[in-house]
C-alpha cells in the first residue's frame, strides 16, 4: 500500500473516531501533493463540514467534482452543504444533478 492510500486511509479512520482536527491535517498535506484525487478533496470536505467550515466543505466538494463530474456521493454531499449554507436553488439544483446519474439512490432521495 501506497504512503498516500495509507494517509488516506488513516484521516478516514480519525473521521469515524470524532478526530477531525488530526485527519485535517493528514487531508491538507495529501491535497498539497499531486496526484490529487476526487477522494482526497471529498474526504477534506467531510473533515471541514465536521469542523463546521460550511465554505471549506463546499469548497472541498467543488474541487472533488471538478477531477470527477459523475460522483454520486460528492454530489449530494454538495447539495447537502448547499442546503447548510441555506443556498437552495443551489442545493435543489446539485440534488437535481445527482438524481439525473441515481434516480432511484435512496440517499440523495432523502436528502
Known amino acids: 500500500m501506497s504512503t498516500r492510500r495509507a494517509d488516506l486511509d488513516k484521516a ?18 495529501l491535497c498539497r501533493t499531486p496526484p490529487v484525487t476526487a477522494q482526497d478533496w471529498f474526504t477534506q ?4 463540514h465536521l469542523l463546521g467550515h460550511l465554505e471549506s466543505a463546499l469548497t472541498a466538494f467543488d474541487r472533488a467534482l ?3 463530474p459523475s460522483n454520486l456521493p460528492v454530489l449530494t454531499a454538495r447539495a447537502a452543504m448547499l ?10 439544483a446539485s440534488f437535481v444533478q445527482a438524481l439525473a446519474l441515481q434516480p432511484r439512490d435512496v440517499q440523495t432521495l432523502t436528502n
Open 83 to 92: 442546503d447548510a449554507l441555506h443556498r437552495p436553488a443551489e442545493a435543489l
Open 12 to 29: 478516514m479512520l480519525l473521521l469515524r473516531t470524532n478526530r477531525a482536527s488530526e485527519a485535517e491535517v493528514l487531508l491538507e498535506a
Open 45 to 48: 470536505g467531510v473533515a471541514q
Open 66 to 68: 471538478a477531477l470527477q
